[in-house]
């Protein structure tokens, strides 16, 4: 079965500092893999995917994220967080063979601190 | 485009009632997943529909069933409801399959509350 670990529940960084949020993944073969990120109160909005390829990623809002097979990992990463990112992170993982349907993480909470 | 849409907003139920949450999926989409919310946790799947038939199932009761139209729209219905349904409800729409050039776009979903 596919499952996804996001290990960090709340991550606080100060505004202009880089960001790294982790995630990993079970699943037996290559996996789909995407970000999406949730305001208080709202749907979720992709930022990035990962279907095959260069297993460096690039998404909107300059955010990007590298597959690693080896570490079964996914992390999301920003070189300068805005205060405007403040929201949760979710990692999620299709197994093509189980449908289209997303796994999630459980999720990160970003505080972005002035 | 209109993207995702979600319809009610908001909803109140009482324990025991039922309820019908609404869904029209982005323009050229033809597939359509659930997903329920809880607070916080990540969204879970519910069901997905495609060709007006249920297609998968995640862990849900037979209290929750759907529905899909010719127009692509879904219906989420949940029976019987109870305190642990209160939670923000998703709706997804895709392509059939995804690949390299399809991904899911979510809707704003509907928060219920059951009291």
């Known amino acids: 079965a596919q499952s996804v670990t996001q290990p960090d529940i709340h991550i606080t960084v100060s505004e202009g500092a880089s960001l790294e949020l982790r995630c990993n993944y079970s699943y037996g073969a290559t996996p789909y893999l995407f970000w999406y990120v949730q305001s208080p109160g709202q749907g979720l909005q992709l930022l990035l995917k990962y279907f095959s390829g260069d297993t460096l990623v690039q998404g909107i809002k300059g955010f990007e994220a590298e597959f690693k097979r080896s570490q079964s990992s996914f992390n999301l990463r920003k070189p300068s967080v805005h205060w405007s990112d403040a929201a949760e992170y979710f990692c999620a993982v299709v197994g093509m063979e189980y449908g289209n349907k997303l796994v999630f993480g459980a999720g990160t909470i970003l505080r972005v601190k002035s | 485009d209109a993207g995702v849409t979600q319809s009610p907003t908001h909803l109140i139920k009482t324990r025991g009632q039922q309820v019908t949450l609404r869904c029209s999926p982005k323009s050229g989409h033809d597939t359509v997943s659930w997903y329920q919310q809880a607070l916080g946790q990540g969204p879970q799947f519910i069901f997905q529909y495609y060709e007006e038939e249920e297609r998968q199932r995640g862990n849900f009761p037979d209290r929750f069933s759907g529905h899909q139209f010719p127009n692509y729209s879904s219906e989420l219905n949940v029976n019987a409801l109870l305190l642990g349904d209160s939670a923000l409800y998703l709706c997804?729409?895709?392509?059939?399959?995804?690949?390299?050039?399809?991904?899911?776009?979510f809707g704003q979903g509907t928060r219920l509350t059951v009291v």
């Open positions: 997804a729409s895709s392509r059939k399959g995804l690949s390299k050039n399809t991904e899911a776009f």
